[in-house]
């Protein structure tokens, strides 16, 4: 079974910039998860979709951040514009089904901003 | 905001030697996982129990939850090199609408020496 595909693994870019992650789930899972991770902190949730719903966006900065999950399979996340506190690993995560089950997660995405 | 909260922030231990990591929580959950995080193999599930179990086994891995207490532990048994990494516990929310939401903790960071 393939798992979570991320992409790019790693970003460098400018403050104000923008930039654009991208996540294929595991095929078959209806839930997609967005994590940021600072370095030497666990993950913190940002964007939650079930199929291409979003059920949870409580701690999205939504001033800068979006997210998107059309046809309810693949996903992009968008900052725009970069801050340097921007800086960390965007994790992407899915399950098979929301509530109490394991999730998946992708390799990361870890950017960098100057 | 993160729930979870590991005890100790880092453990140091020889190969063979067991290692125990705590977690603490606030508010009431539906489930505890625990996940490992290394560079080479990034986020992985190990192990979840659920808020009406107690105890949970799996290889060289025993979880305990006291819902009481809010408290979990995970024990490691007979580490090995390879064990060497961070380890997070990850709190499941209890209610409504939550949809499987998961916050993370600070992590534990275990080294075993060979």
């Known amino acids: 079974e393939a798992g979570v595909a991320q992409s790019p693994r790693y970003k460098i870019i400018e403050k104000r910039q923008s930039v654009a992650f991208w996540c294929n789930p595991i095929?078959?899972?209806?839930?997609l998860y967005w994590y940021q991770q600072i370095l030497g902190q666990g993950p913190k949730l940002l964007i939650q979709f079930q199929n291409n719903g979003v059920v949870d966006d409580s701690q999205l900065p939504k001033d800068r951040f979006s997210a998107e999950r059309l046809k309810g399979v693949d996903s992009t996340l968008k900052i725009q514009p970069a801050k340097l506190e921007d800086s960390a690993v965007y994790l992407c995560a899915s399950s098979f089904i929301a509530g109490a089950s394991e999730q998946y997660f992708g390799p990361g995405t870890r950017l960098t901003v100057t | 905001s993160q729930q979870g909260e590991e005890d100790p922030q880092a453990l140091s231990i020889q190969e063979g030697e067991n290692a125990t990591m705590n977690c603490s929580y606030k508010?009431?959950?539906?489930?505890l996982q625990w996940y490992r995080q290394n560079s080479g193999r990034g986020l992985v599930h190990l192990i979840l129990i659920r808020s009406n179990e107690r105890e949970k086994h799996s290889g060289r891995l025993r979880v305990t939850l006291d819902t009481s207490k809010k408290s979990s532990s995970l024990l490691i048994t007979a580490s090995r090199a390879a064990d060497t990494a961070s380890y997070f516990c990850a709190t499941g929310d209890a209610g409504g609408t939550s949809y499987g939401k998961l916050t993370f903790g600070q992590g534990t960071i275990l080294t075993v020496h060979p």
């Open positions: 095929s078959g899972h209806a839930t």
């Open positions: 508010t009431s959950i539906n489930n």
